[in-house]
Nanobody, 122 residues
Framework: QVQLVESGGGSVQSGGSLRLSCAASGFSSSSSCMGWFRQAPGREREAVAVLDSDLITTYADSVKGRFTISRDNSKNTLYLQMNSLKPEDTAMYYC????????????????WGQGTQVTVSS
């Protein structure tokens, strides 16, 4: 079955960097749409970045120019490189995939990882 396992979260100071990983199993990431989402306490889950099977990327306006989504097909792993982190980036970050949907609406995704916490201090 589809499994997604995130890692790489942690605590950094404002302006720092982190790289998140999402190890996928039960399907081929190279032929699937995958995305990163985040949820801060008391807030709705929101899209961060999406990568489709043709390597077309879509980013939330709030992270454009700072975050980069990519994948390694040989490792069946999705990444999120996060640079110039800000306190407002603090959230639980989730990896998601779906067989039919590929967009920025989190409601469209049926498969989720357990999340990895990112905390940015000022």
């Amino acid at each position: 079955q589809v499994q997604l396992v995130e890692s790489g979260g942690g605590s950094v100071q404002s302006g720092g960097s982190l790289r998140l990983s999402c190890a996928a199993s039960g399907f081929s990431s190279s032929s699937s749409c995958m995305g990163w989402f985040r949820q801060a306490p008391g807030r709705e889950r929101e899209a961060v970045a999406v990568l489709d099977s043709d390597l077309i990327t879509t980013y939330a306006d709030s992270v454009k120019g700072r975050f980069t989504i990519s994948r390694d097909n040989s490792k069946n792993t999705l990444y999120l490189q996060m640079n110039s982190l800000k306190p407002e980036d603090t959230a639980m970050y989730y990896c998601a995939t779906d067989r039919l949907y590929c967009g920025l609406r989190y409601q469209g995704y049926n498969y989720w990882g357990q999340g990895t916490q990112v905390t940015v201090s000022s």
